[in-house]
């Protein structure tokens, strides 16, 4: 029997990759006048944001400053003043965005609210999360709140064992197979994948074969965990 139940924040209770996707198109735009291959931009921010999360951490900040890193190394140092600072603007207009939660995502989690113990856990920059958590309006409906540096086996056994939580009685729901999937089924337990529309290319991985389930959305879960 499952009695607690951890959602996953970005992409899973509201739109963040969708944001990062736009922001990379008009990184893309800036660089034009620069470079003809869009592809290459495309490959050396990705990897630039691989290299820097170690120095960085997940999030906007880290993102921006590896399209600054990437605009530099792609233009031999040639770019502008005014097109870094363009750079940074982007960044802003991404921190002060709005939350736009996913479709069913504030039915669902009042639903469950009182009928399941509800944890929040999501990686990032601690000050942007906290920032995105309190615009969502849904804080006040989780029982706790983590915000994790990453997302990995070590981390959810710290968490289940800090809240007293038993792996078998607990599931976890969110979009990315590599972060929300994978390590809560290594250390015992549930997991139910519900895919966003889009994905950043470092969280790709391939789906468990088992002791998994997969729903559209949101709205999928309450039933879901019925029959459980």
């Known amino acids: 029997m499952i009695d607690t139940i951890a959602f996953d924040g970005d992409d899973t209770l509201w739109h ?5 996707s736009m ?39 880290g993102f921006v400053l590896s ?4 605009a530099v190394d792609l233009t031999d140092g040639r770019i502008g003043g005014r097109d870094i600072q363009s750079l940074v ?15 069913g995502v ?8 009182g009928r399941y113990r509800l944890l929040l856990v999501t ?9 995105k958590i309190a615009r969502s309006g849904l804080a006040g409906r989780f029982d706790a709140i ?10 959810y056994r710290r968490l289940l064992d800090r809240h007293g939580v038993d792996p078998a009685r607990f599931v976890m729901v969110g979009n990315s197979v590599r972060s929300d999937i994978l390590p809560v089924l290594a250390v015992g337990g549930h997991a139910v994948h519900v895919p966003y529309h ?6 790709v991985a391939e789906p468990p074969t088992e002791n998994y389930r997969r729903i559209d959305n949101l709205h999928g879960l309450p039933p879901l965990l019925a029959a459980w």
């Open 16 to 20: 963040n990759e969708s944001l990062f």
């Open 23 to 61: 922001t990379q198109d008009r990184f893309r735009a800036l660089l034009a006048n620069h470079l003809a291959d869009p592809a290459d931009i495309d490959r050396r921010l990705l990897q630039a944001e691989r290299e820097n999360l170690r120095v960085y951490g997940y999030g906007i900040k």
């Open 67 to 70: 399209m600054i890193e990437t």
């Open 89 to 103: 603007e982007f960044g802003k207009a991404m921190l002060e965005h709005p939350v736009d939660l996913l479709d």
């Open 106 to 113: 504030q039915e669902v989690v009042e639903a469950l609210s």
């Open 123 to 131: 990686k990032g920059d601690l000050f942007d999360q906290e920032s």
């Open 146 to 155: 983590e915000i994790v540096s990453e997302k990995d086996p070590a981390t």
């Open 198 to 203: 889009v994905t950043w290319a470092h969280e």
